[in-house]
């Protein structure tokens, strides 16, 4: 089972289920909405700390969960990046994705993806030089449009 986090103004529990069920036949339950701890926000940058909001997300006390995903609608960083569209600590078993700069008309298309990007982290795998599966990194998201909502041969065999 994977529990559904997000920020006040998101509705996006029925699409994020959608796509954790077809694509890993995970269960995802909704928890109620978050808010981000205070110290997430760096005012120097103007942004969130993505690996704060990870932390205090995994921090909180949920038993019978396996994995924990977390949908925020503002500008996300980590070290030594410009922006991040999202983030997975697979030990915590924890990831976050922002919905921020995926706007466009294709918006759910990309939250899509990339949440099943950071739930591919999640299950151990690292990035992938195929351009068109879902675990090649995405620095703009023409890199996300440009990919497949599916994992290339060899990710799919790591993952079985
Ligand atoms: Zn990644
Ligand atoms: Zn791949």
Same mark, same amino acid.
């Given at each position: 089972?994977?529990?559904? #986090?997000? =920020?006040?103004?998101?509705?996006? /529990?029925? !699409?994020?289920?959608?796509v954790? &069920?077809?694509?890993?036949?995970?269960?995802?339950?909704?928890?109620r909405?978050?808010?981000?701890?205070?110290?997430?926000?760096?005012?120097?940058?103007?942004?969130?700390?993505a690996?704060?909001i990870?932390?205090d997300?995994?921090?909180?006390?949920?038993?019978?969960?396996?994995?924990?995903?977390?949908l925020?609608?503002?500008?996300? #960083?980590? =070290?030594?990046?410009?922006?991040? /569209?999202? !983030?997975?600590?697979?030990?915590? &078993?924890?990831?976050?994705?922002?919905t921020?700069?995926?706007?466009?008309?294709?918006?759910?298309?990309r939250?899509?993806k990339e949440?099943?990007?950071?739930?591919?982290?999640?299950?151990?795998?690292?990035?992938?030089?195929?351009?068109?599966c879902?675990?090649?990194?995405?620095?703009?998201?023409?890199?996300?449009d440009?990919?497949?909502?599916?994992?290339?041969?060899?990710?799919?065999?790591?993952?079985?």
């Open positions: 089972m994977i529990r559904v #986090y997000q =920020q006040e103004t998101l509705d996006l /529990f029925d !699409l994020v289920k959608d954790v &069920k077809d694509s890993f036949s995970l269960v995802a339950q909704n928890q909405h978050i808010t981000l701890p205070e110290s997430s926000y760096n005012p120097l940058r103007q942004q969130y700390d690996a704060a990870l932390h997300i995994a921090a909180k006390k949920d038993k019978d969960v396996d994995y924990k995903l977390c925020v609608n503002v500008d996300i #960083y980590a =070290q030594n990046m410009n922006f991040i /569209f999202g !983030l997975a600590n697979p030990i915590r &078993k924890t990831a976050v994705v922002s921020y700069r995926l706007n466009g008309d294709n918006i759910k298309e939250i899509a949440v099943v990007h950071e739930i591919g982290h999640l299950l151990g795998l690292g990035h992938c030089v195929n351009d068109k879902i675990m090649h990194f995405s620095n703009t998201v023409k890199d996300t440009q990919k497949e909502q599916i994992f290339c041969k060899n990710c799919r065999k790591q993952i079985e």
